[in-house]
């Protein structure tokens, strides 16, 4: 019987699938893309293996079509990471490959560079004169945009400041007005200065050796962690290495890369969930062929393949935004110390506020534990002020004694920043006269009041209506917005000082291109001294001049159903807190509560966050929940009840006495009904990481083929953040 080449496919398939070699040409080797045949698509998969039995009779096997690569696509420790994650992960390996490839690699284009070719004025077109070209004003846009940017514009970024057709652009480039040439590739900056390290700096820095082990580098805000990243990576590239750095989704500034290419010498590979598809390709294909020394990049940039992997970063390693919340639902952090692993280099997590997983990790010795208790500048730390507003009368959400804070700063000349993880108007519209809300009729949710009480918005499903004229329910003509969102803040703000620039930053705020680095450009230098925000003003910000920051609402961290939200809050709240007082002058934190006497809180605010994250930790251990315990969610929906809650009680019954693991449910999710779909859970915990992934195993594989598993979709999720 012949022998097999397998090929993990794009499809929820574990394992892979067989096919007879190409008709003619060389066969493939492990690791290069094909194209084959399935059922009645072409897939492009990758070969995990060239000479197996199949698992199917010879005769009946389908040829590969083409192949794509004569080399691998992925170096062999990128494929090996690929192959833990589908097995940690309980994913398909081919979906696994799929969601590391760029867009257009699994589209089946060819894996070469092709440097982006960019627009730009010839000799001649610099030689005119903008009006010659008044009778042809898009013409005439064209080339004033072309004019301020010597270094050229790709066709995209072009299109993104004035309007610029293909015939248009041909028609100037047959003019032999402009030009489109190769870009040249990004040359290495020159070597801003470095600041001599601190003591405490030095010490981490020289923690770090060239081979694997993992460190938690757990520095107050504003420690200097970033330098510590930076020497790191200098040492790198030194010694001829690439570095890997991850950043949190809403960490990827313009700031952050710009003191990264003004320091090191070598070309960066930006990755983020805004590039174009080329850009992706080539700056993916620039990090495997070593030309970029440097990846920066947020949660998928841990599958950017290296060609000489040195050293690995996770800056904010506790931010949510590094687990995946669907298709294959990985945390980035986790896999970027697994990755250091397979790769034998350093791996470094860095955080003012580290996950409770991590610190775990680091009490039992498996992580190195490097501390910077000092900020950099010498600055103080502000302790934090708990602000009773119980018997308060509260004008949109601010007490007298918050805004009195803020005027007595803002008349010393500094900056004040209001945090409120709330964006929109107000959280909800009530009627007055029967308590009727204003839901989303596809969630399980109340809708948002948007533009001050014009527009309704479900933050769940995007869904968007105008707001009712009279109550749904009784017809009374009272509907009152209750609660306050960024909105309704920042306007209050504006009436109560008039005189007093303010910045909004809430994903709505900045939603428009450049928005964000405009506000931010206001803050610092001075024009704008009131900030308001959500979670995006807390990390990262150096604003030296801010002196107050106020906590407008935390209180909804305190009871959530969510076992993760007390220390979600607490890492905000301590982050946030840290951008008061940077500078000369010294910083007040004040964060109002109904609450008080909560005793976490106090906590908190008493003795700091490592002494919360202790007392947390043993709660934890009491309970069994992560990290003492080890969880996976089972997560049903479909457009009925009854379907995800039958198939989940079917696969508990399949699921009989398993040994080590407990199941918790089924129940139906926190949310039940999210976009028009009915959610149920079935978690499971279990003491030992080993009888969880055992269990698994042999269980999930049987799932497909329970009655039900048809009617609805279902995942799994290996070690879930999010419990709603
Ligand atoms: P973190 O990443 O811990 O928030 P940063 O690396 O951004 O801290 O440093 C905070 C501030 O301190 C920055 O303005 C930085 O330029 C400055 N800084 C960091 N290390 C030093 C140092 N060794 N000497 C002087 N200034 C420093
Ligand atoms: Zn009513
Ligand atoms: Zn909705």
Known sequence: MSRAIRVAVPAPLHGGFDYLPPAAGPAPVPGARVR???GRRRLVGVVTATSTEPAVAGGRLRRIEAVLDSEPVLPP??????????????????????????VLLRQGRPAERRPPRL??????????????????????????????APAGLTTAALRERCPAPADTLRRMAAHGWIESVAAAPAAPAAGAPTPALGPEQAAAVGAVGSDFAVHLLHGVTGSGKTEVYLALVERALAAGRQALILVPEIGLTPQLIERFSNRLATPIAVLHSGLGDAERLDAWLAAREGSAGVVLGTRSAVFTPLARPGLIVVDEEHDPSYKQQDGLRYSARDLAVRRAQIEDVPAV????TPALETLHNARRGRYRHLRLTRRAT?????????????????????????????????EGGGQALLFLNRRGYAPALIC???????????????????RGGRRLDCHHCGAQRSPPAVCEHCGGKELIAVGEGTERVAAALRARFPDVRLARFDRDAVAAKGRLEDL???????AARLLVGTQMLAKGHDFPDLSLVGVVNADHGLFSADFRAFERMAQLVTQVAGRAGRGDRAGEVVLQTRHPDHPLLRRLLESGYDAFAEAMLAEREAVGLPPFGHLALLQAEAPGAEAPAR??????????????????????????????????????????????????????????????????RWAIDVDPQDLI
């Open 647 to 712: 198939f989940l009680d079917a696969a508990a019954d399949l699921a009989g006495d398993a040994a080590g693991v407990e199941l918790w449910g089924p129940a139906p999710a926190p949310m039940e009904r999210r976009a028009g779909r009915y959610r149920f859970h079935l978690l499971l915990r279990a003491g030992r990481r080993g009888d969880l992934h055992r269990f698994l195993d042999a269980w999930l594989p049987r799932l497909a083929e329970l009655p039900g598993a048809r009617r609805v």
């Open 432 to 450: 007055h006269d029967c308590g009727w809300i204003a839901h989303c009729r596809r969630c399980d949710a109340a809708l948002t009041l948007h």
């Open 349 to 352: 997590l860095g955080s003012a």
């Open 520 to 526: 931010l450009a206001e803050v610092r230098s001075g």
């Open 36 to 38: 084959v045949p399935f």
């Open 378 to 410: 010498g600055a103080d730390i502000p302790a934090v002020r708990l602000l009773d507003v119980r018997s308060r009368k509260l004008s949109e959400g601010l007490s007298e004694p918050l805004l009195q804070r803020i005027a007595h700063h803002l």
């Open 77 to 102: 420790g990128l494929r090996e990471l690929c192959t833990w994650a589908a097995r940690y992960y309980h994913h398909p390996l081919g979906e696994v490959y799929a969601a590391t490839l760029p």
């Open 119 to 148: 627009w730009r004025l010839t000799e001649t077109g610099r030689a005119l004169d903008g009006a010659d070209l008044a009778r042809a004003p898009r013409q005439q846009e064209i080339w004033r945009v072309l004019a301020d």
